[in-house]
């Protein structure tokens, strides 16, 4: 009892209006072919069957080893695509699962009912249906007297009483392997679009005297299908929702689900807080009792135990426990930020270190930096690290004083328990426990604008501002 499972995934995709295929565009971060791909996976099936043919180099690339490929040179028609992938098929194969590249909420409970139904009814094949609301593109199916399914008719070649059967082909199908094979080899192209329908199989069978079933989806957001741009932002919000309760159910709080973005492969910890405005993407993950958002961006992040990210924009860097983000800080590739850190307003971060208890309270840049525990760096501090051709690190000791407006021209090395006196442009290294100060001495003279105004206001003609040299 081999079973095997056949995705289509070799159209154009026409009504994306887009240069990349329609199964390679995203939903919640993953290209819609690797959603399926990843519940058809715990069904340990003997085969998996992806069917390409546009763009096939773009689309093989992404499902890489994960399933085999057969090419449909021309696109046909959906009947004409599976009949390329048959001779692919393991001759132990007799149950074989067929799914559209376009349906990515699929789950793989789904799948296994399917199966479960054609071999238990010994059905020819068992379609899941859905009953929508809005029925506009789908085939309408159509059931005899005994429940079994007669027909599906594709709403381009469907009459106006026919359009109006809200029962619709959800493009997923279990068949028997042999009746399949047979029932397609009497497909044929007269239909509107001149194709070869997948759903013309059905009613080939029931004449043969062959039962099909249909099995309705227990969720009809399940099925939904991604046609063009407006389909796919349902498909997106639905599968967000997904992401939601499951997180929120794990004990995480979302405010509101409705305003934030959450990727398939992010993990949250219990009690943490997501508030509106959040994207949280790629191998994101957030420990316990964090506080994220608002309007906050983080791209394959790991924020540790109770730290809080507040408007920021992070991606590929690491925030240790406590540490506070935000409002407006930008943390940059390669950072790795310690416990007990504040990192402020309007401070960036970019490949550099910063000890615990460390604080970057707002208005400074810290690139290429190796920063020590218990480090104030002070408001408007630079580091100068690139000389117009190359970067270079600057290397700051615990406990290191670093005063307001401070340019640190790398490379540069300052000691342990330093105190670099505010306005310096340091340029030499400082030994720990050495004080540095660099800039003009400031010159003071007393009664001088007292005794400018006075000779301004003498002295009428001419004006100031007319007088020829100083
Ligand atoms: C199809 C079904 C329709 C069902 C709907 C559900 C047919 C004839 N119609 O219509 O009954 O309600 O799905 O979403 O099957 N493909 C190929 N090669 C081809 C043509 C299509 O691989 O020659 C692939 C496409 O890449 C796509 C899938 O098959 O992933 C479905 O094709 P699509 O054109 O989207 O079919 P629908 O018109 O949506
Ligand atoms: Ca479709």
């Not at 408007?311 to 406590?322: F, K, L, P």
Request: aromatic letters at 4%.
């Amino acid at each position: 009892m081999g079973r095997s499972a056949i995705v289509l995934a070799a159209g154009h995709g026409t009504r994306m209006k887009s240069k990349k295929h329609k199964v390679l565009h995203e939903v919640c971060g993953k290209p819609m072919i690797l959603h399926i791909l990843d519940e058809i996976q715990p069904l340990l099936l003997d085969q998996v069957i992806v069917v390409t043919g546009q763009q096939r180099e773009a689309v093989e690339s992404v499902i890489g080893e994960r399933a085999e490929i057969a090419v449909q040179n021309e696109q046909k028609g959906t009947g004409h695509a599976v009949q390329a992938a048959l001779p692919k098929l393991l001759p132990d194969t007799d149950s074989v699962l067929v799914l559209y590249g376009d349906a990515p909420l699929i789950r793989t409970e789904t799948m296994e009912a399917l199966f479960a139904a054609r071999e238990q009814r010994r059905a020819a094949a068992v379609v899941l249906t859905a009953d929508v609301d809005d029925p506009s593109g789908l085939g309408r199916v159509f059931e005899g007297l005994d429940g079994a399914i007669e027909r599906v008719v594709e709403e381009k070649d469907a009459t106006p009483e026919e359009r109006a059967v809200r029962r619709i082909n959800t493009g997923i199908y279990a068949f028997a392997r042999a009746d399949l094979e047979e029932s397609l080899t009497k497909v044929r192209p007269t239909n509107t679009q001149a194709e070869y329908y997948l759903t013309d199989t059905i009613a080939i069978m029931r004449a043969s005297g062959r039962p099909v079933y249909g099995v309705a989806a227990a969720d009809a957001q399940e099925v939904l299908s991604v046609n063009d741009r407006i389909q796919l932002a349902r498909v997106e919000r639905a599968m967000q929702m997904r992401i939601c309760e499951h997180w929120m159910r794990e004990g995480v709080t979302i405010i509101d689900p409705m305003h934030v973005t959450i990727g398939v492969d992010v993990t949250i910890g219990r009690d943490s807080l997501i508030l509106p405005g959040t994207v949280l993407e790629g191998g994101t993950e957030i420990g316990e009792g964090c506080v994220i958002g608002p309007n906050t961006r983080l791209t394959n992040m790991r924020v540790s135990f109770g730290a809080e990210v507040e408007t920021s924009v992070a991606r590929d860097s690491s925030i240790g426990e406590h540490t506070h983000v935000g409002p407006f800080a930008y943390i940059r590739p390669g950072s790795n930020i310690g416990a007990n850190v504040k990192v402020g307003d309007f401070v960036e971060v970019k490949n550099s270190t910063l000890g615990d208890r460390t604080k970057v309270s707002h208005l400074a840049y810290v690139g290429d930096a190796d920063v020590g525990s218990d480090v104030n760096i002070g408001c408007g501090v630079i580091t100068v690290n690139y000389d117009g051709k190359r970067k270079h690190r600057t290397v700051i000791g615990d406990g290191t004083f670093v005063g307001s407006n401070v340019n640190l021209i790398a490379p540069l090395d300052v000691g342990a328990d330093a105190y670099l006196c505010a306005g310096s442009t340091i340029t030499e290294d400082v030994p720990a426990d050495g004080f540095a100060i660099a800039r003009n001495r400031q010159v003071t003279k007393p009664d001088y604008v007292k005794n400018w105004r006075a000779r301004r206001e003498e002295d009428s003609d001419p004006a100031p501002n007319e007088r020829k040299g100083p």
